[in-house]
């Protein structure tokens, strides 16, 4: 049984089975440090990737954060002459490099190091939370070696996005689009740029590996819908852009799984239109807000459908309702137990604004790419029937989804 945030166990704790296709990867927090200078921490767990123990690894750096509002428009706008059939690799990055910086940070452990990337001409820039967390100090450096002091505006570490702003942005330098995350494939090109191990503005390429995974936040919030690339992504990284071959960012850079602490070819990104709402409220009133429906669901399996007479449909049964979210408010039906190995009697989600909806990530996907206060309808099969209910997004309690 999930929720749009957290999956859980039917039993409600907090440690699901993996889901069909590997989605999803596990972290514990333990912190390394690696190299002297920059003084990269590394959060670590473990977890099993086809046999043995597999590290997850984010830098932990202090420092920078980054938004994703009005930019989006203005940014989008510049590129309207990007040709459909995608640029180059090398004309990527000749384009995209100047924007993407270095975020060098001052804690009471010593310094960090990350990367992150200028979405507006304000100033604002968009990391990881991990990357600016418990910084006292924040250094943003552009790619021609222009320094700029970086105040961090706002941390959410339950989707791991944070925003910094500086007050000049360097002449010449364009901000970077940002793209849209729902429509990947597998298979899909892509470029990742960034400072791993403080090697500034490195770039390596590779494919979306694989859609759709679910990893875990520092705060041990589960972010859903986590794109896997085989792009090179080492320590340092964290924060920096994943780019589509039309030079716009879907995705934030965060982690990879590892057995040696270093990239074997399985790294993770946040994907950007999970992120875009989350910077959008951070820049609007420095605190993060997350669009929020209050249920929790169990995927239409084959099985479950012979079990509850609906052979042939696909869809989310509605296992339970939080009673202040929107979807009680709509008068959404839950089922008669939530526990139960068949949950009968909960109205089966088969769309969200006319999306065909499969399993929780569909929703989570949905629902976490709009605002609160946005108004979304949803379709359900209520006793064989067809309804249509139409909800307002609300911000998302403190004591939902959280690690207990």
Do not use: C
């Not at 590129?79 to 940070?105: C, D, F, T, Y």
């Not at 074997?264 to 669009?291: E, L, N």
């Not at 239409?300 to 449909?313: I, M, R, Y």
């Amino acid at each position: 049984m999930q929720d749009e945030t957290n999956p859980t166990t039917p039993d409600g704790g907090n440690t699901p089975p993996k889901p069909k296709g590997m989605k999803r990867v596990g972290a514990i927090a333990l912190p390394a440090v690696v190299g002297a200078v920059t003084a990269l921490a590394v959060l670590a767990g473990t977890g099993q990737l086809g046999g043995g123990d597999t590290t997850i690894i984010r830098e932990t750096a202090s420092g920078v954060t980054t938004s994703v509002s009005s930019a989006r428009d203005a940014a989008t706008e510049a590129e309207s002459a990007v040709p459909s059939k995608g640029l180059s690799v090398a004309e990527v990055v000749k384009r995209k490099s100047p924007a993407v910086v270095s975020i060098s940070n001052e804690t009471t452990q010593g310094g960090s190091l990350g990367s992150g990337f200028l979405i507006d001409a304000a100033g604002h820039i968009i990391t990881n939370a991990h990357v600016v967390d418990s910084a006292s100090k924040t250094t943003v450096t552009f790619e021609d070696g222009t320094e700029a002091k970086g105040t961090i505006l706002g941390v959410d570490t339950s989707t791991d996005v944070a925003v910094v702003k500086i007050d000049t942005v360097p002449t010449g330098v364009s901000p970077l689009p940002l793209g849209n995350s729902g429509g990947l494939t597998v298979g899909q090109e892509v470029v990742a740029i960034g400072n791993p191990y403080g090697y500034a503005g490195t770039a390596t390429t590779g494919i979306v590996s694989a859609l759709e995974r679910v990893i875990e936040s520092p705060s041990g919030f589960t972010i859903q819908n986590a794109i896997q690339t085989d792009a090179a992504i080492n320590q340092g990284n964290s924060g920096g852009p994943l780019f589509d071959r039309d030079g716009r960012v879907i995705g934030i850079n965060s982690q990879i799984a590892s057995k040696n602490g270093g990239n074997v070819g399985i790294g993770f990104a946040v994907p950007i239109d999970t992120v875009r709402p989350i910077v959008a409220s951070i820049i609007a009133s420095g605190k993060a807000q997350h669009a929020w429906i209050g249920i929790q669901g169990r995927e239409l399996t084959p099985g479950l459908a012979e079990k509850l007479g609906l052979v042939g449909k696909r869809g989310v049964i509605v296992a339970s309702l939080d009673d202040r979210g929107p979807a009680n408010d709509a008068g959404m039906k839950a089922a008669d137990s939530a526990d139960a190995a068949v949950p009968k009697g909960g109205d089966l989600i088969v769309a969200i604004n006319g999306t065909p909806i499969a399993d929780m990530a569909d929703v989570s996907k949905a629902v976490a790419s709009r605002k609160v206060g946005d108004q979304i309808t949803i379709t359900v099969l209520r006793d064989g029937k067809s309804e249509t209910l139409t909800l307002t997004l609300k911000d998302r309690p403190a004591d939902v989804g959280a690690k207990k």
